[in-house]
């Protein structure tokens, strides 16, 4: 079948050392058209911008840690809170999976030189920059960051004094990009596979790549023109969404959920695409209900964006919408069970093999089943009136996107870190940062269910002093998850520069980016492969270097 | 595509072009969709007050400006068809006339709206704040969606200069044109969406 690309010791030289262009140096990455090395520059912005949030998101916690003023004023709080959410969403968790792991794998993974349209996937990473740029911009201008939380909601946004348009205008162009990225992928997924590799034999991260890109192509626009609409009404009071005019904000609600609610599902689906390739591998066992997963992650994108208004119970809806509502949030539950029970179902009976980024897995599905359930609690409408803009809102979230696909990315940066650079990690101190990280994170966050529930309002600057015994658990948490980021990122970075030479294929994996050497060709094969089986076929398959690896 | 100096193979994919243009088509018409749930929404709950605003547009220049941009979608289909046939002078002047048509679309527009400006009917002026809310809500969105549209026609006329001058160097040509069909096709979605937008604002009652 696959034609494997030489031995473990390169013979030719990788992406890394050959460029698309006749530039050396930083030229020749800024300039390049090379899906691999794009996926690179986006790993490190998005890192990049990531830590930035991390140290909003820990001075935050700093903050409550007491009642009253702690280290920062309200206003201040405020402003941190917001960019805390706009850096997390638009800059880390929407691009992380798609832009960085989807641009570097998917042509290899179906065996293609590159994506389409490579020049446009240059594009959308200035873009992706462009507005990264913006939102920090708008920090340093006259009047401050904005203060209306990442939701942007009206009135109070088109209020406020602080730059509310251009952290704006950054959501209006990093959404652009991420349509140009779905729109490469979708066509890519359509016109680019290998001779054999049929919709059935596409590796199950493709799958969930594939239905991310439908819904980055057909929600963005949504929240593009609302977003657009905020800014022409700042400008120009139009009425649109002003009650003094006529306007009506509950309606900038709906617009802004009908994609927010799907971009939701952008960010969990291709983590869910993640766990489906790692499991096999790691269980040494094919994966139990393939074409159940891959219709499944059609199915969420579906049901997905059809359930935005569970975010408005409390807003003024009428009561039969509000059931309707609620009903499909519980079915949008059914696809993601039918995924978890699939991969529960892999690994039972196989030869586990517990290297980080198996672990990285298991914390996945736990943390993403405590986030799922919740969520169930709070699409209940009896509950949630209850708990709507109580913390246990944020723990909810924060349990799916950062127990959940935040972790996924930690999963896929530890997978295909031997792929990417062609050197290999310190497998022992990134198990350590696995069980650090895991502790800290549910320390951090399992506090806020018990207060929410209790009563503490979400993005409350004070709060009663009963509540102080969870925030001070909860800041503790944050201290111990970032100690657990420190010790991952530097663990990568050094083995960046200094690990052991990975070979080809250091865990076992059965997918063609495993038979490419690393790191890859600058044209991933030397000649297209012709696949005649599925991607998890291990019947033939011989357990590789594992051991070597490291 | 990616041309380089040793390796990377140059790709030609006239039918992955073609999807690519149709997805991005998908996302225009969802950005106007939105606009247009809003439109549904307001003018549901205002239908007295839309019909009255709509009253005080010209029906003339907004029939006269359906009927060029219509020609001008011709005139981009023909240019197609014509550099298919290898009349390359012929289909260049045809995407001529129909910049000259985009133009005068332009031209009427600019008439419509700083006449409406003249009377005091813009957002945000004391004559427009003075009205029902319905009719307030009529005018912003007449602004808005005619306005996006207008920027989409500029849009369009840029592409098209673009593919001139692509045709010019050579670049498309006979054999490669998928950059035309792009391009028309995109005019193409600006003409639909005037389509839905003359009845919407003009013909109501």
Redesign the interface.
């Known amino acids: 079948m696959v034609n494997v690309a030489g031995p473990a010791d390169k013979i030719e030289p990788s992406f890394l050392e050959?460029s698309?262009?006749?530039y050396k140096g930083i030229l020749s990455w800024l300039l390049t058209?090379?899906h691999k090395r794009i996926g690179i520059l986006y790993l490190f912005s998005m890192m990049t911008f990531f830590s930035v949030a991390v140290v909003f998101g820990f001075l935050i916690r700093l903050e409550l840690i007491a009642p009253g003023r702690t280290i920062m004023g309200p206003q201040m709080y405020n402003q941190l809170f917001t960019l805390h959410g706009i850096i997390m969403i638009f800059l880390f968790i929407i691009p992380g999976l798609p832009a960085v792991f989807g641009n570097f794998f998917l042509p290899i993974m179906i065996g293609a030189?590159?994506v389409?349209?490579?020049?446009?996937n240059l594009f959308s990473w200035y873009l992706f920059i462009t507005g990264g740029l913006i939102a920090v911009i708008s920090t340093m201008l006259p009047g401050g960051s904005a203060d209306t939380g990442w939701t942007f909601y009206v009135p109070y946004s088109v209020r406020t004094t602080t730059n509310v348009i251009p952290a704006l205008a950054a959501a209006f162009i990093l959404g652009f990009s991420s349509?140009l990225t779905?729109?490469?992928f979708?066509?890519t997924v359509?016109?680019?596979r290998a001779p054999g590799m049929t919709w059935f034999k596409m590796p199950l991260f493709v799958w969930g790549l594939y239905a991310t890109a439908w819904v980055q192509?057909?929600?963005?626009?949504?929240i593009?023109?609302?977003l657009a609409?905020v800014i022409?009404e700042r400008f120009?009071?139009?009425?649109?969404f002003d009650p003094a005019?006529?306007?009506?904000p509950v309606?900038y609600q709906h617009?802004f959920w009908?994609y927010s609610h799907p971009a939701v599902y952008i960010m969990i689906i291709p983590a869910m695409g993640i766990v489906s390739e790692i499991i096999p591998v790691f269980a040494r066992r094919t994966i139990f209900g393939y074409r159940f997963i891959a219709f499944s992650s059609l199915a969420i994108a579906l049901f997905g964006s059809l359930v935005w208004a569970h975010h408005m119970f409390t807003a003024g809806m009428s009561d039969t919408a509000q059931f309707v509502f609620s009903f499909l949030t519980y079915a949008v539950s059914i696809p993601s069970a039918i995924k978890i029970f699939n991969w529960v179902s892999t690994m039972y009976k196989g030869s586990i093999q517990l290297d980080p980024p198996f672990l990285y897995v298991l914390s996945f599905i736990f943390q993403f089943s405590i986030g799922g359930f919740t969520g169930l609690m709070l699409g209940a409408l009896s509950v949630n009136i209850h708990l709507q803009d109580t913390s246990f809102v944020v723990a909810h979230f924060h349990y799916v996107m950062f127990g959940g696909t935040g972790f996924g990315i930690f999963a896929a940066m530890h997978y295909w870190f031997p792929k990417m650079f062609g050197r290999m990690y310190n497998k022992k101190v990134a198990t350590w940062a696995w069980a650090i990280t895991t502790i800290g994170y549910n320390a951090l966050y399992f506090p806020m269910f018990i207060m929410g529930y209790l009563g503490m309002p979400r993005r409350y600057y004070d709060y009663l002093p009963e509540f102080q015994p969870y925030h001070v658990a909860s800041t503790i948490g944050s201290w111990i998850l970032i100690l657990g980021l420190i010790i991952m990122f530097t663990n990568l970075i050094v083995g960046m520069r200094r690990g052991k030479k990975a070979p080809a294929n250091p865990w076992g994996g059965a997918t063609l980016e495993w038979t490419t050497q690393s790191p890859p060709i600058?044209?991933n094969f030397h000649t297209i492969p012709t696949i005649e089986k599925g991607p998890y076929d291990y019947s033939q398959f011989e357990i590789p270097a594992a051991k070597e690896a490291q | 595509m990616s041309s380089t100096a040793h390796t990377h193979v140059a790709h030609r994919d006239d039918y992955g072009s073609r999807m690519g243009m149709w997805l991005f088509l998908f996302t225009e018409l969802i950005l106007f969709g939105g606009l247009f749930i809003v439109y549904a929404v307001y003018r549901y709950m205002h239908q007295q007050e839309f019909h009255l605003a709509a009253q005080e547009l010209n029906t003339t220049i907004g029939m006269l400006n359906t009927i060029i941009l219509l020609t001008s979608s011709m005139t981009a289909a023909m240019s197609i068809t014509a550099l298919q046939k290898g009349n390359v002078r012929f289909s260049m002047s045809l995407i001529v006339v129909t910049i000259l048509f985009a133009g005068t679309f332009m031209v009427n527009k600019f008439f419509e709206w700083s006449a409406k400006i003249h009377h005091g009917i813009y957002p945000g002026s004391k004559e427009l704040v003075m009205r029902p809310e319905g009719e307030i809500l009529y005018f912003g969105l007449y602004y808005v969606m005619t306005g996006l549209h207008a920027l989409h026609v500029i849009v369009g006329v840029t592409i098209f200069v673009f593919v001139l001058v692509f045709m010019k160097t050579g670049t498309v040509n006979q054999t490669a044109y998928v950059k035309l069909e792009n391009a028309a096709l995109y005019w193409h979605l600006v003409d639909l969406i005037w389509i839905f937008l003359f009845p919407l604002f003009y013909l109501i009652h």
């Open positions: 050959v698309t262009n006749k058209v090379d030189k590159d389409i349209f490579p020049r446009i349509i779905g729109l490469n979708v066509t359509h016109r680019m192509i057909l929600a963005t626009p949504i593009g023109i609302t609409l022409v120009l009071g139009v009425g649109i005019l006529g306007g009506d309606l617009l009908i600058l044209e």
